[in-house]
Antibody, heavy 122, light 107 residues
Framework: QLQLQESGPGLVKPSETLSLTCTVSGGSISSSSYYWGWIRQPPGKGLEWIGSIYYSGSTYYNPSLKSRVTISVDTSKNQFSLKLSSVTAADTAVYYC??????????????WGKGTTVTVSS | EIVLTQSPGTLSLSPGERATLSCRASQSVSSSYLAWYQQKPGQAPRLLIYGASSRATGIPDRFSGSGSGTDFTLTISRLEPEDFAVYYCQQYGSSPTFGGGTKVEIK
């Protein structure tokens, strides 16, 4: 059974870079059928897609976050990672990683990690 | 960006009743690339419906999706106690966006 697990610091200072990793178990991140994405949810609010990556390294980003986001993949570790630079309090959220089925941005999220809370505060 | 508007914001119903949730898009969603998710407090979202009307693996048949173009509907035929949650629609016909959610609460 495929499982995804987010990890990383729960507290990040303003203007610094948020870094999270998603470890995939029970399946290969190198599967040609899937993309791997990040989604976030501010406290008490809705969901926002951040971006996604294919095992080959092709990336797709939310246009509103594109200038600050980098998603990378490490197939040898079955992991993919998120970096979000120049964070502010508005980036405080639960961050989820997810498997996306489809093609590129034309995909839905069918397996989710449990999420990790990241707070931006000094 | 395609903006999704969900209505109503909150739906107060009793177990056994029928729930009808609406998701309206600011422009046509290509190929009916519309998904629905259920989220319970403290949990990650769970995929219910993709392609506007296809149920995800393991989803009970009391959940059904319909619609095309700009208007989509999620119907729960008879509410079970475990169905009270927040529901989100998501379009993936272009850069993915989510609706603001509909909370289904116990009346």
């Amino acid at each position: 059974q495929l499982q995804l697990q987010e990890s990383g610091p729960g507290l990040v200072k303003p203007s610094e870079t948020l870094s999270l990793t998603c470890t995939v178990s029970g399946g290969s991140i190198s599967s040609s059928s899937y993309y791997w994405g990040w989604i976030r949810q501010p406290p008490g609010k809705g969901l926002e897609w951040i971006g996604s990556i294919y095992y080959s390294g092709s990336t797709y980003y939310n246009p509103s976050l594109k200038s600050r986001v980098t998603i990378s993949v490490d197939t040898s570790k079955n992991q993919f990672s998120l970096k979000l630079s120049s964070v502010t309090a508005a980036d405080t959220a639960v961050y989820y990683c997810a498997r996306q089925t489809g093609y590129g941005v034309l995909s839905y999220m069918d397996v989710w990690g449990k999420g990790t809370t990241v707070t931006v505060s000094s | 960006e395609i903006v999704l508007t969900q209505s109503p914001g909150t739906l107060s119903l009793s177990p056994g009743e029928r729930a009808t949730l609406s998701c309206r898009a600011s422009q046509s969603v290509s190929s009916s690339y519309l998904a629905w998710y259920q989220q319970k407090p403290g949990q990650a979202p769970r995929l219910l419906i993709y392609g506007a009307s296809s149920r995800a693996t393991g989803i009970p048949d009391r959940f059904s999706g319909s619609g095309s173009g700009t208007d989509f509907t999620l119907t729960i035929s008879r509410l079970e106690p475990e169905d009270f949650a927040v529901y989100y629609c998501q379009q993936y016909g272009s850069s993915p966006t989510f609706g603001g959610g509909t909370k289904v609460e116990i009346k």
